[in-house]
Nanobody
Framework: QVQLAESGGGSVQAGGSLRLSCAASEYFGSRAHMAWFRQAPGKERKGVACVMAGGDTTYYADFVRGRFTISRDTAKNTVYLQMNILEPEDTAMYYC?????????????????WGQGTQVTVSS
């Protein structure tokens, strides 16, 4: 089973940037769809962005489109989430996920592998 480890979270002021990384413990190459989700305290987990196997196709939630960019480096078994123009509303625990149960709905939180999460805090 693929194990995932997120890093790159932290505290930043509104308007700032962060880049999250998700390293997989085993080779998945271009075979697994990957995604980033986030969950704020007391709220449901929401899909932020996903990248299809091969890395050519990406999808974004409306609330991050134009500000966040997902990408993958197959050689490094790593997926990234570049977050720009951060807002206090972006404060949440961010999770990496791999291998969706339904690959046609990649922003739904139904994946076979999850990371432990990395905290992002944006202050106003």
């Amino acid at each position: 089973q693929v194990q995932l480890a997120e890093s790159g979270g932290g505290s930043v002021q509104a308007g700032g940037s962060l880049r999250l990384s998700c390293a997989a413990s085993e080779y998945f190459g271009s075979r697994a769809h990957m995604a980033w989700f986030r969950q704020a305290p007391g709220k449901e987990r929401k899909g932020v962005a996903c990248v299809m196997a091969g890395g050519d196709t990406t999808y974004y939630a409306d609330f991050v489109r134009g500000r966040f960019t997902i990408s993958r480096d197959t050689a490094k078994n790593t997926v990234y989430l570049q977050m720009n123009i951060l807002e206090p509303e972006d404060t949440a625990m961010y999770y990496c996920a791999a291998d969706p149960r339904d690959p046609t709905i990649c922003l739904r939180p139904e994946y076979n592998a999850w990371g432990q999460g990395t905290q992002v805090t944006v202050s106003s």
